[in-house]
């Protein structure tokens, strides 16, 4: 089949790349000239596991163009994804303005029959909206779908070519035909392609990283209640986890969820309902203990220190708000920089991927090592905020010998307890003793 995707950041990326792998002709389109010079020549803009591979690949054996011509990639595409940015407005609310902007300059382009299909999580009523910008600037037959992508950052390619379930919102039987046909290669292992009507598909994809956004916070609060009890959420979480009603996974407490999705998905969902006069609660409070949850690590490490921090020196292992990337966007370990170094103390941090967006934003404020052990050199603490595979198992001796003190706050409870206590470490996690 051929396809556009309009827009090449995260999503338009994976979304085309593993699209082109399955046999489509694919022809990504973006407005930043650099950019698509630099994707021509190969060059894959964002860092995600398995991708380059993929990437490669497709772009040899032509099946993946890129292009600043939006004429050109969609003139003889059958699909055309949106995948642009839908960024908070000043009101909190998605800015749609990329999204209709693109529909309204499609439309004023097309001759033929196409599927649009928006692949941006958008608010309820946004597939609505994108077809009434066909309307006003065209005659031309289309059907407007919304289809969210569910990709974990780190392993996106394995969720695009592997999913749980795809979730298609369409009314029209032309548009679920072409769509079912387009996912087949990827679903069959039986998991389902699941057709609703766009409203039901546009709010699936809120409530699923709500959902999960809640999940992780109530493991959170009951972390916290375990240090106040004296239990262990370690212990607590496979209880709790072993119920098939529950699951396993999504369980693991820790300093706060973040990302470039569940935290502004919650605000969209909790905002929206509002606008719909129904008072989302438990979303309210799933935001403000996230908040919270950020700055556990510090409050922790106030009370350790006695209030004063100044002239303390801390390492700090993982910058990414979670391991396999280089986001760092809402990453827990921003909070705990800026609350750390305000307070007077000096930071020197090591990430495997963040650290050069952790420089560009805070590179006035804390130093970066070369290396997890380069990083402890001299220090009073160390602070874990990134569940990178490096540190799960790290050389212990080395950290004591370059360390001033034995002292370690983990924000993602990386350690086995006894162990820490037979190595001497004073060792502070996440919902278990100290
Ligand atoms: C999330 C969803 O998992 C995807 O399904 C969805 O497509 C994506 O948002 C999106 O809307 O685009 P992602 O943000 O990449 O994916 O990351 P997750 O792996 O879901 O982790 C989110 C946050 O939750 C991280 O900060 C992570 O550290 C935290 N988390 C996760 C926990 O604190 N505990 C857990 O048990 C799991």
Known sequence: MNIAVIGTGYVGLVTGTCLAETGNNVTCVDIVEEKVNKMKNGELPIYEPGLDILFHRNIEQGRIKFTTDLAEAIKDAVIIFLALPTPPGGDGKADLS???GAAKDIANLITDYKVIVTKSTVPVGTADKVRAAFEENTLVEVDVVSNPEFLREGVAVDDFMKPDRVVVGTRSDRAKKLMEELYAPYVRSGNPVIFMDERSSELTKYAANSFLATKITFMNEVANLCELVGADVDMVRRGVGADDRIGKRFLFPGIGYGGSCFPK???????SSKEYDY???ILDAVMEVNQSQKLKIVEKMMKYYNNDVKGKKFALWGLAFKPETDDIREAPALYIIDELTKAGAEIVAYDPEGMENVRKMKGDILAFADNAYEALEGADALIIATEWQAFR??????MEEKMAS???????NLYDLHKMIDLGYYYNSIGRAT
């Open 265 to 271: 998905d919650v605000q969209a969902l909790a905002l």
């Open 393 to 398: 198992n790290p050389d212990f001796k080395q």
């Open 279 to 281: 008072d989302f609660k």
């Open 98 to 100: 990329y999204v209709l």
């Open 406 to 412: 034995k002292v370690i706050f983990d924000g993602r």
